[in-house]
């Protein structure tokens, strides 16, 4: 009788852990699920702040245009960069390596507008400034969200034993929107204050 009473208690013990494990691995499981969401609505946020730069870049290269026409190069290295942006696809490393080249030809087309005073007074040039310069903050609150978003995740679905249950349905890494080039790493310059 005393057997059967510990083999009863094993099985009671088996099953309730067997019970644990399988909860544990539905609790994990819907966290790396939340956190993939998370991931891909910090990617929408910087998605509609490139948008919005994006949109914006035709009004100031026409401001710019009106006055610097003889700039030409520049002019087209912006709308060849804004070109770029449309083509690059959805990959973040892709668009990382767009949105750098956009930010060096907005730069460089910065750099013109020095030059020309009665541009720099322009008050439509002036409000595309400051929109380009929210816009710009925005872009780097929504890419600083979406790292952190990337780190959270990466970090859990590598430590164990989550690792086994993202290994089982699929979870992979997730890529980091960096920005590459050392120049692209300093802030739209959109101030003209002397």
């Known amino acids: 009788m005393g057997t059967?009473?510990?083999g009863g208690m094993l099985m009671i013990?088996?099953?309730?852990?067997l019970v644990l494990g399988i909860l544990?691995?539905?609790?994990?499981y819907n966290r790396l699920i939340r956190m993939r969401n998370q991931i891909d609505e910090g990617w929408a946020q910087i998605d509609v702040q490139l948008r919005r730069r994006f949109d914006l870049?035709?009004?100031l290269v026409e401001t710019v245009k009106g006055y610097a026409s003889h700039e030409r190069e520049t002019l087209e290295k912006v709308t060849q960069a804004r070109a770029a942006v449309a083509n690059a696809g959805s990959g973040v490393a892709n668009q990382a390596e767009a949105q750098n080249m956009l930010t060096g030809a907005l730069k460089s087309l910065f750099a013109v507008a020095e030059a020309y005073p009665d541009l720099k007074?322009?008050?439509n040039f002036l409000a595309l400034q400051e929109e380009l310069a929210g816009t710009e903050g925005k872009i780097a609150y929504a890419r600083q969200y979406y790292n952190d978003s990337v780190m959270q995740f990466n970090a859990l679905q590598q430590t164990f034993p989550t690792n086994i249950i993202a290994g089982m349905f699929g979870f992979k890494e997730k890529e980091?929107?960096?920005i590459e080039e050392a120049a692209a790493r300093e802030p739209v310059k959109v101030s003209f204050t002397k």
């Open 4 to 6: 059967l009473i510990t």
């Open 13 to 17: 013990v088996i099953l309730i852990l």
């Open 24 to 28: 544990y691995a539905i609790v994990q």
């Open 57 to 59: 870049i035709p009004n």
């Open 121 to 123: 007074a322009n008050q």
């Open 176 to 178: 980091y929107f960096r």
